[in-house]
Antibody
């Protein structure tokens, strides 16, 4: 059974930092493109970042570029999202997902809630 | 404002069909066949139900079907069931999403 489990969400003040993690099992993680997708409360989905299996090819959505960093550890089967200079608008549930190819996301974690508020 | 345009709501009675549109541009939906659809029930993660315009992942009922014409993709849910009541999102390469359509089963 494929499982993606996020952790690290919580409450942070504007301008602060937070690190999300996603542990993956049931997949050959080192062969898998991974992404983060977020959903603000009551809103739609927004693609955040993608990383290739080796960790060498990375892209970010325009609203987070320069502030967020995606990374992976293929030994620990783990995906991370380091979020800096957080803004109120970054408040969302962050989902770890597997990209099966060309932006079709077939496995999702349960989501981690990040709340940016003073 | 989302990159892809969906109607905010759609509805149908049990057994009927409902079709949801997803409009993009010649740079995204019109440029390739990488359109996906997701079903999201309240409090749950989205679930992939269609990829590459019309393909269904294993386990997705054939009541769900996808198509595309020009810059617009469509999802049709045939034989509506109460469990189909959910939000539906379209997606396109690279990392674009529609704003979502809430489907209500009357």
């Amino acid at each position: 059974e494929v499982q993606l489990v996020e952790s690290g969400g919580g409450l942070v003040q504007p301008g602060g930092s937070l690190r999300l993690s996603c542990t993956v099992s049931g997949l050959t993680f080192s062969h898998t493109w991974m992404t983060w997708v977020r959903q603000a409360p009551g809103k739609g989905l927004e693609w955040v970042a993608i990383i290739d299996p080796s960790g060498s090819a990375i892209e970010y959505g325009g609203s987070v570029e320069g502030r967020f960093t995606i990374s992976r550890d293929n030994v620990k089967n783990s995906l991370s999202l380091h979020m800096n200079s957080l803004e109120v608008e970054d408040t969302a549930v962050y989902f770890c997902t597997r990209d099966r190819g060309f932006s079709s996301f077939d496995y999702w974690g349960q989501g981690a809630l990040v709340t940016v508020s003073s | 404002q989302s990159a892809l345009t969906q109607p905010p709501s759609a509805s149908g009675s049990p057994g009927q069909s409902v079709t949801i549109s997803c409009t993009g541009t010649t740079r995204d939906i019109g440029a390739h066949n990488y359109v996906s659809w997701y079903q999201q029930r309240p409090g749950k993660a989205p679930k992939l139900i269609i990829y590459e315009v019309y393909k269904r992942p294993s386990g997705v009922p054939d009541r769900f079907s996808g198509s595309k014409s020009g810059n617009t993709a469509s999802l049709t849910v045939s034989g509506l069931q109460a469990e189909d009541e959910a939000d539906y999102y379209c997606g396109s390469f690279v990392g674009l999403f529609g704003g979502g359509t809430r489907v209500t089963v009357l």
